[in-house]
């Protein structure tokens, strides 16, 4: 079996041997996809590879995050860029990748490399690093930044801070800050754009979201006797970040262990889940509940789609919670 050191080595040997790098994130970019994108391309940069960047299209929150640092702007062509080395970064399975890209690039021929802290699915690459124990692929790049002795600039440090600030919930449902902390402290960020990164994870992106935001946690219902907590967002449209933020906001709330938020998708063909759990109350795995669906995750952040009735959905996310709580009990000693 490969450890991390193997991987490390092996990505590094790749990164040195090419010269146009094409570096691709996920549809739908959320903080730690783009994040790593554009972090990993000034690091590149900085190393004198040429680089061409693929994050998606970013909501306003995003582009005002990403444009305080000046980010490689996503114009180049993929046809006339030749690249001879694509990474993939934090997509978690195949169709989440846009594929118009995939294809594009696919005729260039080049090394691929998937760096993904998800669960394994389908990812692909001649180098697949995966690793579901680290907070999120920032983290990752980090690793590998310090393995190859590169210089931090504060713009890649900034970008790498956001996406691990967002796939931590700012350290409320993922605990590792011990081991976190001394990596934040190797990304040079320091002052006005430290504060910065956090406000920019809990800011809303205008004074509509915000009202939307009250909305939406006006509908909340609890099921207290297992600390599940769910709202149900009939209108379908872009409010995946904000269904996100809302699950994150639910994780203050004292004594509930599970989350979910629902929302009715394009079409009104099915849902779409952001499930959470708080690592610092339950032992609820929602990965696991994620897996029942269409979806997976992290044992406290997933997602997943069902054609099911919202009811359906709900009744067996409280089936679940109820038995991997049984499940602790039994295996809890004496």
Sequence with gaps: MKTENDYLQS????????????????????????????????????????????????????????????????????????????????????????????????????VFITIDHHRREDQFGDIVWLDDAKSSTAEMLVDL???????????????????????????????????????????????????????????????????????MSARLKVDEDIGFAYVVVRASGELSGLRSFLANQMLFIDNLKCILVLQKVAGGKGYRGSLRSSALESSINVADIASHFIGGGHENAAAFNSRLSSVKIIKTIRQLIREQEKQAGDNRPG
Excluded at 38 to 57: H, N, P, W
Excluded at 177 to 188: F, G, T
Excluded at 202 to 207: A, E, I
């Design 11 to 110: 990505v590094s040997a790749a990164i040195r041997k090419a010269d146009n790098i094409i570096i691709v994130g996920h549809k739908g970019p959320d903080f730690d996809s783009a994040g790593s994108c554009f972090g990993l391309s000034f690091m590149l940069e900085q190393m004198g590879k040429q680089t061409l960047v693929v994050a998606g299209d970013l909501p306003a929150k995003m582009r005002h995050a990403f444009g305080v640092v000046s980010v490689p702007a996503q114009d180049k062509s993929i046809e006339s860029f030749a690249c001879d080395l694509a990474i993939f970064l934090d997509y978690g399975a195949v169709r989440m990748l846009p594929q118009d890209a995939l294809e594009k690039i696919q005729k260039h021929n080049p």
């Design 145 to 215: 930044l310090v393995y190859m002795r590169s210089p931090v600039s504060p713009e890649a440090g900034y970008c790498f801070l956001l996406g691990i600030l967002s796939d931590t919930g700012e350290f409320v449902y993922y605990l590792h800050s011990e081991r976190l902390m001394p990596k934040i402290q190797k990304l040079n960020v320091a002052g006005r754009a430290f504060s910065l990164a956090f406000k920019t994870v809990r800011s809303w992106d205008t004074l509509e979201q915000f009202l939307l935001f009250g909305k």
